[in-house]
Nanobody, 120 residues
Framework: QVQLVESGGGLVQPGGSLRLSCAASGFTFSRYTMSWYRQTPGKERELVATISSVGGGTNYADSVKGRFTISRDDAKNTVYLQMNSLKPEDTAVYYC?????????????WGQGTQVTVSP
């Protein structure tokens, strides 16, 4: 059974930091590209950061470049999102995503989301 379980969300003041974690199980984690998305009410889900399965190359949304860092630990089947210098506009539900191939076809797996609220 595939599972992605996010943790680490919460309430933080502007300028503060949070570290999100996503623990994966039920698939070969090291072979999957891992991403973090976020979504606010009434808006489409937005790609925040991606880390590749080979080489660990990363990409970031312009809005978070220089503030957020995505990383992965394949030994622990976990992907992280370190968020620094948080702003109120970073408030959203953050989702973990795994993308790869299984049984000869492309697959996408999603976590349940974790709320991040940035407020004084």
């Amino acid at each position: 059974q595939v599972q992605l379980v996010e943790s680490g969300g919460g309430l933080v003041q502007p300028g503060g930091s949070l570290r999100l974690s996503c623990a994966a199980s039920g698939f070969t984690f090291s072979r999957y590209t891992m991403s973090w998305y976020r979504q606010t009410p009434g808006k489409e889900r937005e790609l925040v950061a991606t880390i590749s399965s080979v080489g660990g190359g990363t990409n970031y949304a312009d809005s978070v470049k220089g503030r957020f860092t995505i990383s992965r630990d394949d030994a622990k089947n976990t992907v992280y999102l370190q968020m620094n210098s948080l702003k109120p506009e970073d408030t959203a539900v953050y989702y973990c995503n795994a993308r790869g191939r299984r049984y000869g076809r492309s697959v996408d797996y999603w976590g349940q989301g974790t709320q991040v609220t940035v407020s004084p």
